[in-house]
Every structure is written in structure tokens, then in C-alpha cells.
């Protein structure tokens, strides 16, 4: 009989907001903060948050609860909950922590944990991305990273109803 350990889950790196906002403040260096759904995880995704984590010392990743992404993307979605969500990004080498949130846009993560850069998918541009004035006003950076052509969360599940 094969006998396996019980799964690990890097669970503290999915943090309350001010658990996160405590640990932000113990970092060395730049913070960056990306947000969004990532609902089934792609190369597109992963693409964008390890080009994110090299712009600073740690990253922080916003995800959207339940609730506002069925609010954002309707009664369909999301596909995984946001605790699933959220596991999956923590087992990620280029995410130091996960902050799951209610409202529609980051703006209060924004404002709570003074990230002194932001990052979006090419999708967005910085005129568009929610907390891109609140980091320019205290002299920080906006980056938009190119989105890898074919790789979409709507377009995998188009593909899965066939």
C-alpha cells in the first residue's frame, strides 16, 4: 500500500488585507501589485505575474471573491472559487502574497498597501488601470505587460463547451 501525505497548501501567502498590509511594510525594497480574476489559470496569466515579480522585490496579487466576479463576468463565472484561486496563485514562486477582495476594482487594496508599482495585462493601458494615479502620486511606476497571443480564460472555456 502506497501511503501519501496529505496535500500542502502555501496558504500563508493568502493573507487578509491587513495581514498583507503588516507584511508590506516588513519588505526590502519595491512592491509591486497586479490584480484580477484568474479564474483558470493560464500561460497568459503566469507570463504576466513572473514579468511582474521582476519589477520589484515582492509581488502582491489582488483576486477578485465570488461574488465580484459574477457581478464583473455574470452568473457563469467564476469557474473555481476564490479560495481555489487563491491556492493556486500562493503555489506560485513569482507570488509572495494573495489578498482576495469584494469590490468591483482594487482601489482599497490599492490604497492600503501603497504598492510602489502596479501591473496590468496588455488589455489595459495606464490610463485604465484602477490605482495607477494613487502610485504615480507617490512617485511609483505603471507597466503594462503584452498579453501572450491565444491565451484567454473565456476562449479555454469556449474550447471546453466545444
Sequence with gaps: MVTRDAPRFPSSKVMTLEAAASWRRTVRGAVVF???????????????LDRARREGAALIV?????????RLKGDERPIRTSSERAIVLAGLEAVDAVVLFEDDTPI?????????????GGDYSPETIVGADLVTERGGRVVVIP????HSTTSTIEKLRG
Design 34 to 48: 497586479t490584480n484580477g480574476v484568474f479564474d483558470l489559470l493560464h500561460p497568459g496569466h503566469v507570463d504576466v
Design 62 to 70: 489582488g483576486v477578485n471573491s465570488d461574488a465580484s466576479v459574477k
Design 108 to 120: 482599497e487594496l490599492v490604497r492600503t498597501l501603497e504598492p510602489d508599482v502596479i501591473v496590468k
Design 147 to 150: 498579453l501572450v497571443d491565444g
